[in-house]
Protein backbone atom coordinates (compact mmCIF):
# COMPACT_ATOMS: atom_id res chain seq x y z
CA UNK A 1 0.00 0.00 0.00
CA UNK A 2 1.23 3.80 -1.26
CA UNK A 3 2.53 4.43 2.23
CA UNK A 4 5.90 6.43 3.96
CA UNK A 5 6.79 4.40 6.90
CA UNK A 6 5.74 7.03 9.50
CA UNK A 7 2.24 6.85 7.52
CA UNK A 8 2.74 3.28 8.43
CA UNK A 9 3.25 3.40 12.12
CA UNK A 10 0.72 5.73 12.07
CA UNK A 11 -1.80 3.09 10.27
CA UNK A 12 -0.95 0.59 12.70
CA UNK A 13 -1.17 1.92 16.06
CA UNK A 14 -4.34 2.78 14.82
CA UNK A 15 -5.42 -0.92 13.59
CA UNK A 16 -4.83 -1.95 16.80
CA UNK A 17 -6.74 0.31 18.52
CA UNK A 18 -9.17 -0.88 15.74
CA UNK A 19 -9.16 -4.60 16.17
CA UNK A 20 -9.64 -4.38 19.69
CA UNK A 21 -12.63 -2.51 19.90
CA UNK A 22 -13.70 -4.88 17.43
CA UNK A 23 -13.32 -7.60 19.29
CA UNK A 24 -15.38 -6.44 22.06
CA UNK A 25 -18.30 -5.45 19.28
CA UNK A 26 -18.44 -8.45 17.38
CA UNK A 27 -16.76 -11.44 19.18
CA UNK A 28 -15.48 -14.20 17.42
CA UNK A 29 -18.79 -16.45 17.93
CA UNK A 30 -20.78 -13.39 16.22
CA UNK A 31 -18.04 -13.93 13.52
CA UNK A 32 -18.29 -17.29 13.21
CA UNK A 33 -22.30 -17.11 12.43
CA UNK A 34 -22.07 -15.02 9.28
CA UNK A 35 -23.45 -16.89 6.52
CA UNK A 36 -20.15 -16.99 5.14
CA UNK A 37 -18.06 -18.84 7.31
CA UNK A 38 -19.13 -21.85 6.17
CA UNK A 39 -18.91 -21.26 2.66
CA UNK A 40 -15.75 -22.27 -0.02
CA UNK A 41 -13.92 -19.77 -1.31
CA UNK A 42 -13.26 -19.40 -4.23
CA UNK A 43 -9.66 -19.61 -5.13
CA UNK A 44 -7.60 -16.27 -6.49
CA UNK A 45 -4.76 -18.22 -7.93
CA UNK A 46 -6.83 -20.05 -10.40
CA UNK A 47 -8.38 -17.34 -11.29
CA UNK A 48 -5.62 -15.49 -12.25
CA UNK A 49 -3.46 -18.37 -13.95
CA UNK A 50 -7.19 -18.49 -15.93
CA UNK A 51 -6.40 -17.91 -19.65
CA UNK A 52 -9.56 -16.26 -20.75
CA UNK A 53 -9.38 -13.55 -18.17
CA UNK A 54 -7.01 -10.86 -17.70
CA UNK A 55 -5.28 -11.36 -14.78
CA UNK A 56 -6.08 -8.31 -13.90
CA UNK A 57 -6.68 -7.75 -10.33
CA UNK A 58 -9.38 -4.57 -10.05
CA UNK A 59 -9.22 -2.87 -7.05
CA UNK A 60 -11.89 -0.61 -5.00
CA UNK A 61 -10.44 2.46 -3.47
CA UNK A 62 -11.85 5.47 -2.27
CA UNK A 63 -8.65 7.51 -1.41
CA UNK A 64 -5.39 6.81 0.13
CA UNK A 65 -2.85 8.43 2.34
CA UNK A 66 -0.65 9.49 -0.45
CA UNK A 67 -3.17 10.87 -2.88
CA UNK A 68 -5.74 11.51 -0.88
CA UNK A 69 -9.48 11.54 -2.40
CA UNK A 70 -9.13 9.41 -5.79
CA UNK A 71 -13.02 9.29 -6.20
CA UNK A 72 -15.14 9.58 -3.36
CA UNK A 73 -18.61 8.21 -5.51
CA UNK A 74 -18.07 5.74 -6.89
CA UNK A 75 -20.72 3.28 -6.01
CA UNK A 76 -18.96 -0.11 -4.92
CA UNK A 77 -22.04 -2.20 -7.22
CA UNK A 78 -21.75 -0.96 -10.42
CA UNK A 79 -18.26 -0.88 -10.19
CA UNK A 80 -16.77 -3.97 -8.91
CA UNK A 81 -19.08 -5.63 -11.30
CA UNK A 82 -18.05 -3.79 -14.28
CA UNK A 83 -14.90 -4.70 -13.51
CA UNK A 84 -15.86 -8.42 -13.33
CA UNK A 85 -17.15 -7.84 -16.48
CA UNK A 86 -14.57 -6.04 -18.07
CA UNK A 87 -12.41 -9.31 -17.68
CA UNK A 88 -11.06 -8.64 -14.38
CA UNK A 89 -9.73 -12.00 -12.76
CA UNK A 90 -10.49 -10.89 -9.17
CA UNK A 91 -10.87 -7.76 -7.22
CA UNK A 92 -9.44 -6.27 -4.31
CA UNK A 93 -11.86 -4.11 -1.86
CA UNK A 94 -9.86 -1.96 0.95
CA UNK A 95 -11.97 -2.24 3.99
CA UNK A 96 -9.50 0.06 6.10
CA UNK A 97 -12.11 3.32 7.10
CA UNK A 98 -9.55 5.87 8.38
CA UNK A 99 -6.55 5.86 6.04
CA UNK A 100 -8.74 4.61 2.73
CA UNK A 101 -12.42 5.06 3.36
CA UNK A 102 -13.30 1.81 2.78
CA UNK A 103 -15.61 -0.41 4.86
CA UNK A 104 -16.40 -4.42 5.91
CA UNK A 105 -19.76 -3.40 4.38
CA UNK A 106 -18.05 -2.35 0.78
CA UNK A 107 -16.45 -5.95 0.53
CA UNK A 108 -19.68 -7.59 1.57
CA UNK A 109 -21.62 -5.81 -0.80
CA UNK A 110 -19.26 -6.53 -3.80
CA UNK A 111 -19.41 -10.47 -2.71
CA UNK A 112 -23.38 -10.40 -3.12
CA UNK A 113 -22.92 -9.10 -6.67
CA UNK A 114 -19.82 -11.01 -8.15
CA UNK A 115 -18.78 -14.63 -7.93
CA UNK A 116 -15.07 -14.14 -8.58
CA UNK A 117 -12.69 -13.88 -6.08
CA UNK A 118 -12.21 -11.27 -3.63
CA UNK A 119 -9.25 -10.24 -1.46
CA UNK A 120 -9.76 -8.18 1.32
CA UNK A 121 -7.10 -5.58 1.35
CA UNK A 122 -6.22 -4.27 4.98
CA UNK A 123 -3.67 -4.05 7.20
CA UNK A 124 -4.06 -7.23 8.45
CA UNK A 125 -1.92 -7.57 12.03
CA UNK A 126 -3.86 -10.42 13.98
CA UNK A 127 -5.86 -13.50 13.63
CA UNK A 128 -9.07 -11.99 14.40
CA UNK A 129 -8.87 -10.08 11.33
CA UNK A 130 -8.38 -12.98 9.35
CA UNK A 131 -11.37 -14.44 11.21
CA UNK A 132 -13.71 -11.60 10.42
CA UNK A 133 -12.45 -11.76 6.50
CA UNK A 134 -13.82 -14.74 6.55
CA UNK A 135 -17.15 -13.63 7.80
CA UNK A 136 -17.28 -10.72 5.30
CA UNK A 137 -17.05 -12.81 2.37
CA UNK A 138 -13.32 -12.80 1.61
CA UNK A 139 -11.50 -15.49 -0.37
CA UNK A 140 -8.17 -13.63 -0.02
CA UNK A 141 -6.54 -11.64 2.55
CA UNK A 142 -3.14 -9.49 2.03
CA UNK A 143 -0.41 -10.28 4.49
CA UNK A 144 2.44 -6.99 4.47
CA UNK A 145 6.15 -8.12 5.03
CA UNK A 146 6.80 -4.63 6.44
CA UNK A 147 4.31 -4.38 9.38
CA UNK A 148 4.77 -7.81 10.28
CA UNK A 149 7.67 -10.59 11.36
CA UNK A 150 8.11 -13.79 9.35
CA UNK A 151 7.00 -15.52 12.35
CA UNK A 152 3.63 -13.84 12.11
CA UNK A 153 2.73 -13.74 8.51
CA UNK A 154 2.90 -17.44 9.10
CA UNK A 155 0.86 -17.36 12.06
CA UNK A 156 -1.98 -15.57 9.77
CA UNK A 157 -1.52 -17.70 6.41
CA UNK A 158 -1.62 -21.10 8.50
CA UNK A 159 -4.82 -19.75 9.89
CA UNK A 160 -6.46 -18.32 6.74
CA UNK A 161 -5.16 -21.59 4.80
CA UNK A 162 -7.46 -23.57 8.00
CA UNK A 163 -10.53 -21.56 6.88
CA UNK A 164 -9.67 -22.22 3.32
CA UNK A 165 -9.00 -18.61 2.02
CA UNK A 166 -5.40 -17.56 0.00
CA UNK A 167 -3.35 -14.99 0.45
CA UNK A 168 -1.14 -12.74 -1.11
CA UNK A 169 1.87 -11.94 0.43
CA UNK A 170 3.31 -8.37 -0.29
CA UNK A 171 7.01 -7.33 0.15
CA UNK A 172 8.93 -4.20 -1.12
CA UNK A 173 12.31 -5.55 -1.70
CA UNK A 174 14.95 -8.82 -1.52
CA UNK A 175 15.38 -8.88 1.80
CA UNK A 176 11.52 -9.04 2.24
CA UNK A 177 11.22 -11.37 0.07
CA UNK A 178 13.64 -14.16 1.35
CA UNK A 179 12.63 -13.17 4.84
CA UNK A 180 9.00 -15.12 3.98
CA UNK A 181 9.87 -17.34 1.27
CA UNK A 182 8.47 -19.72 4.06
CA UNK A 183 5.78 -18.26 5.30
CA UNK A 184 3.43 -20.41 3.37
CA UNK A 185 2.07 -17.16 0.95
CA UNK A 186 -0.32 -18.92 -2.33
CA UNK A 187 0.68 -15.72 -4.18
CA UNK A 188 3.50 -13.17 -3.43
CA UNK A 189 2.85 -9.74 -4.31
CA UNK A 190 6.08 -7.22 -5.47
CA UNK A 191 5.58 -3.72 -4.70
CA UNK A 192 6.57 -1.37 -7.06
CA UNK A 193 6.38 1.64 -4.87
CA UNK A 194 9.60 2.84 -2.52
CA UNK A 195 7.86 3.13 0.30
CA UNK A 196 10.83 5.52 1.33
CA UNK A 197 10.83 7.95 -1.63
CA UNK A 198 7.12 7.60 -3.03
CA UNK A 199 8.93 6.51 -6.05
CA UNK A 200 7.05 3.85 -8.39
CA UNK A 201 9.43 1.33 -10.61
CA UNK A 202 8.15 -1.75 -12.29
CA UNK A 203 12.37 -2.35 -12.47
CA UNK A 204 11.44 -3.84 -8.78
CA UNK A 205 9.22 -6.42 -10.05
CA UNK A 206 11.51 -7.27 -12.73
CA UNK A 207 14.44 -7.46 -10.45
CA UNK A 208 12.61 -10.02 -7.75
CA UNK A 209 10.49 -12.26 -9.99
CA UNK A 210 13.74 -14.78 -10.86
CA UNK A 211 13.99 -14.69 -7.06
CA UNK A 212 10.00 -15.70 -6.28
CA UNK A 213 9.52 -19.19 -6.12
CA UNK A 214 8.08 -21.33 -9.42
CA UNK A 215 5.47 -22.74 -7.12
CA UNK A 216 4.03 -18.89 -6.00
CA UNK A 217 2.01 -17.15 -8.14
CA UNK A 218 3.84 -13.65 -8.97
CA UNK A 219 1.29 -10.70 -8.61
CA UNK A 220 3.23 -6.59 -9.81
CA UNK A 221 1.46 -3.92 -7.53
CA UNK A 222 1.23 -0.64 -8.30
CA UNK A 223 2.67 1.87 -11.30
CA UNK A 224 0.79 -0.34 -13.47
CA UNK A 225 -0.67 2.27 -15.50
CA UNK A 226 -0.48 0.58 -19.70
CA UNK A 227 -1.04 -2.76 -21.59
CA UNK A 228 2.39 -2.64 -22.46
CA UNK A 229 3.49 -2.38 -18.89
CA UNK A 230 1.70 -5.82 -18.59
CA UNK A 231 3.11 -7.40 -21.30
CA UNK A 232 6.97 -6.15 -20.29
CA UNK A 233 6.02 -7.76 -16.46
CA UNK A 234 4.14 -11.13 -17.96
CA UNK A 235 7.84 -11.74 -20.27
CA UNK A 236 9.40 -11.98 -16.63
CA UNK A 237 7.13 -14.20 -14.81
CA UNK A 238 4.09 -11.90 -13.64
CA UNK A 239 0.59 -13.43 -14.00
CA UNK A 240 -1.39 -11.21 -11.52
CA UNK A 241 -0.97 -7.02 -11.68
CA UNK A 242 -3.15 -5.25 -8.66
CA UNK A 243 -4.78 -2.41 -9.99
CA UNK A 244 -6.28 0.57 -8.29
CA UNK A 245 -5.59 4.08 -8.61
CA UNK A 246 -5.33 4.25 -12.68
CA UNK A 247 -9.25 3.16 -12.92
CA UNK A 248 -10.13 4.37 -9.59
CA UNK A 249 -9.12 8.11 -10.63
CA UNK A 250 -11.56 7.84 -13.49
CA UNK A 251 -15.73 8.78 -12.72
CA UNK A 252 -16.76 5.30 -14.24
CA UNK A 253 -14.02 3.25 -13.01
CA UNK A 254 -15.52 -0.03 -14.63
CA UNK A 255 -15.35 2.13 -18.09
CA UNK A 256 -12.00 2.85 -17.34
CA UNK A 257 -11.25 -0.92 -16.97
CA UNK A 258 -12.77 -2.41 -20.14
CA UNK A 259 -11.00 0.23 -21.73
CA UNK A 260 -7.70 -0.99 -20.54
CA UNK A 261 -8.59 -4.47 -20.85
CA UNK A 262 -9.71 -4.81 -24.56
CA UNK A 263 -6.42 -3.00 -25.35
CA UNK A 264 -4.55 -5.40 -23.66
CA UNK A 265 -6.58 -8.17 -25.50
CA UNK A 266 -5.91 -6.04 -28.43
CA UNK A 267 -2.09 -6.87 -28.18
CA UNK A 268 -1.97 -10.27 -27.23
Do not use: W
Not at 138 to 162: G, R, W, Y
Amino acid sequence: MSTTPNILDKIIAQKRLEVGERKELYPVRLLEKSLYFESTPVSMRKYIQRPDLSGIIAEFKRKSPSKGIINAHAPVERTTIGYMQAGASALSVLTDKPFFGGSNEDLTLARRFNFCPIIRKDFTIDEYQVLEAKSIGADAILLIAAVLTPAESKTLATLAHSLGMEVLLEVHDEAELQANLEVGADMIGVNNRNLKTFEVSIEISKRLAPLIPASVVKVSESGISSPETIRILREVGYEGFLMGENFMKHSRPEKAALEFIEQLTARV
